[in-house]
């Protein structure tokens, strides 16, 4: 089955600066790659995503990035505030089977 | 838009005691329901899956059922709760028509 790895599982920026998180996955069919930001005690919200026949999607300060041949997609956040402080997930899937998560990146932004 | 309904918000049980979590879902139709859980500080656990009314798939042997008695209503169950059954339970909403899952607002379960 699918397997997805997340690195890093702690990243501290300066407010200002940009953060970028990444994740492989082993399932070369996998084509649905989103990503969710975790707030505590709440439940993880939704705030890109990107399909594999697109290579690159970008949201104001939020930008991901698809390479198939290597099996690996990035998150990058730029001109970080405090309030991009939070637990950040990638996951993958294909077709209609369950997303398969990485086990998350805490990102700290010091003001 | 959807809308994905989860209670109660915090539960503190004793160990032996029944469970029962319920979620619902407003605003689509036909969805595919999830039941995670999350310890503390970890990553996401998917538990069960159900695309459809009685159909459930369960992702990993466990203390836990679920249930899906409506296609809006998805049920978690114990009949008796362990120390190990402790931690954050979301509910997870996927449809057609969004093409994309959304979380529930969570259940912070502690089993004492």
């Known amino acids: 089955g699918e397997n997805v790895e997340q690195h890093p599982s702690t990243l501290s920026v300066q407010e200002g600066d940009s953060a970028v998180i990444k994740c492989t996955y082993s399932d070369s069919a996998s084509n649905y790659f989103p990503w969710y930001k975790q707030e505590l005690g709440k439940g993880p919200q939704l705030i890109i995503d990107i399909r594999s026949n697109v290579g690159e999607k970008k949201d104001q300060r939020i930008a991901v990035t698809l390479n198939k041949t290597a099996k690996h997609f990035s998150l990058h956040i730029t001109e970080t505030q405090p309030e991009d402080s939070a637990v950040y997930f990638c996951?993958?899937?294909?077709?209609?089977?369950?997303?398969?998560f990485g086990k998350g990146t805490r990102l700290s932004v010091i003001a | 838009s959807q809308t994905i309904h989860q209670w109660p918000a915090t539960l503190v049980q004793p160990v032996g005691s029944p469970l029962s979590l319920e979620c619902t879902v407003e605003?689509?139709?036909?969805?595919?329901l999830y039941w995670y859980r999350q310890a503390a500080g970890r990553g996401l656990q998917l538990l069960f899956y159900s695309v459809g009314i009685g159909q459930i798939s369960s992702e990993v042997p466990q203390n836990l059922s679920a249930s899906r008695p409506q296609d809006r209503q998805f049920i978690l169950s114990s009949k008796k709760l362990l120390l190990s059954d402790s931690g954050f339970y979301l509910c997870a909403c996927y449809t057609g028509k969004y093409e994309k899952l959304f979380f529930g607002s969570g259940t912070q379960l502690s089993v004492l």
């Open positions: 996951a993958a899937s294909k077709g209609n089977t369950p997303l398969v």
């Open positions: 605003g689509t139709s036909n969805p595919n």
